[in-house]
């Protein structure tokens, strides 16, 4: 198995998670020191450079001598305005979350076209529904969402192709994408509870997984009532008197 974002939050417990099970796991991510000791290998990369995914996914596979699972974890945000983001901004968190995404997949894809191979992709709720000043964190995650649609379409039923979509989570993330998760609703949720729905999601094979499970119900009703979803989302965002 590949895990990318392996040095923080989900990625980390997920891969830790993994190798208890006594599954053979490569992680990836920008730090070596941050890297899980439990791991078989890990790979130190920017997966934002050009040639960074198919040289991880190169790396693995010697390590392995394969790969089964690849879960592409590897996520940063941006709050605030979208009107201040540079164009710089903009592209970084479209490259991070959403172009490495496609760039991993498409050099996995050969060695995950066995019998059994799995491609796990974290997204997130906000890749369902509109969010006010993460427009392009959320965009990112749309797409992302629309690549494991595509992706489960055409390489069906060889390659199982699983989206993992959190609300917020209690991860480093926050710290690292302007200002921290204010919002009344939702809670975050543990990094834990992540990382353990995508074990679930790989030991049953699940090909969409939202966590918690009944923020399923608000990307469902973005889906088919959005005026009614918009309504209800401007009365829970109001500020208390």
Known sequence: MLVTGASSGIGALASTMLAF???RVVGTGRSFSALGSALDAVIVRDLTEPGAPAEVVAGAVSALGGLDVVISNAGAGW?????????????????????????????????????????????????????PEE???AAAKAG?????????????????????SPGPVQTPFFGRRNRPYVRPWPKPVPAATVARSIVRAIERRQPEVVV??????????????????????????????
């Open 21 to 23: 099970r006594e599954c």
């Open 79 to 131: 709050y605030g305005p979208y009107e201040s983001m540079s164009t710089a901004d903009i592209d970084a968190v479209v490259d991070i979350n959403l172009r490495s995404a496609m760039h991993l997949a498409a050099a996995a894809a050969p060695h995950l076209q066995l019998p059994g191979g799995q491609l796990v992709m974290v997204g997130s709720i906000a890749g369902f529904v509109g969010v």
């Open 135 to 137: 427009v392009a964190y």
């Open 144 to 164: 992302l969402r629309g690549l494991a649609d595509s992706l489960r379409a055409e390489w069906s039923p060889g390659v199982t192709v699983t989206l993992v």
């Open 212 to 241: 918690p499970a009944w923020l399923g119900v608000a990307a469902r009703l973005n889906g088919g009532w959005p005026g009614l979803y918009r309504t209800l989302a401007g009365i829970v965002e109001r500020p208390a008197d």
